[in-house]
């Protein structure tokens, strides 16, 4: 089974701040997984990616697969950024199944 | 608007009865999800279709009955639920089965008295 550690669990900044949530995993895998929930439940997909670094907007996701461990940064925070969010990952073992972190909530204060 | 819908988005029902979630996606995708999202707990997979067939079964109860009629379809039948079964349960979908960007509903809340 595959572990997956996020941290922080809970992570609150001022707005404009620059943010960094962290993720680790214990076997290798196929592909790393960043997610967004909202209040509500609504997920929403923001990266996958398998190896070096992706970029959307505001937000940056890298991998280090030597290291098992996966960073989301969010530049200039603004408090709709405020969510949780979920790091996912899949293809250990030949299992396609994502397993999936607890999360990071965070909140942004204007 | 994610492509994926689900209904109902919210459901209270009693340890005897019997009722069923509904899962539709507009995307043309071949894979379809199933997920359990308990309070304080991480996201747990519960079944996977692809191309309509059941490729993952995570040693859920039986009292949690899957049903995949089409690709666009995916329905979630429950019977003799217990209150520890009161979670959101999310449907997603991805192109395929595999490592795929998976697009989730807003899922269903569900509550069990």
């Known amino acids: 089974k595959n572990e997956v550690e996020q941290s922080p669990q809970n992570l609150t900044a001022q707005e404009g701040e620059f943010i960094t949530i962290n993720c680790s995993y214990s076997v290798g895998i196929s592909a790393l997984h960043w997610l967004q929930q909202h209040p509500g439940g609504g997920i929403v997909s923001l990266f996958m990616l398998s190896s070096g670094k992706k970029k959307h907007g505001r937000l940056i996701a890298t991998i280090n697969i030597q290291e098992k461990h996966s960073s989301l940064h969010i530049t200039a925070s603004h408090p709709r950024d405020s969510a949780v969010y979920i790091c996912a990952v899949g293809g250990h073992f030949g299992n396609e199944k994502l397993t999936f972190g607890t999360g990071t909530r965070l909140t942004i204060i204007p | 608007e994610t492509g994926v819908t689900q209904t109902p988005r919210h459901l209270v029902m009693g340890m005897t009865n019997k009722k069923s979630l509904k899962c539709e996606q507009h995307l043309g995708h071949n894979a379809m999800y199933w997920y359990k999202q308990s309070a304080k707990k991480p996201l747990e997979l519960m079944f996977v279709y692809s191309l309509e067939e059941r490729v993952e079964n995570n040693s859920v109860p039986s009292r949690f009955s899957p049903e995949c009629p089409n690709s666009s379809h995916l329905f979630l039948h429950l019977h003799t639920l217990q209150p520890e079964d009161s979670a959101l349960y999310l449907c997603?979908?991805?192109?395929?089965?595999?490592?795929?960007?998976?697009?989730f509903g807003p899922g269903t809340r569900l509550t069990v008295l």
């Open positions: 997603a979908s991805s192109q395929v089965w595999g490592p795929d960007t998976q697009y």
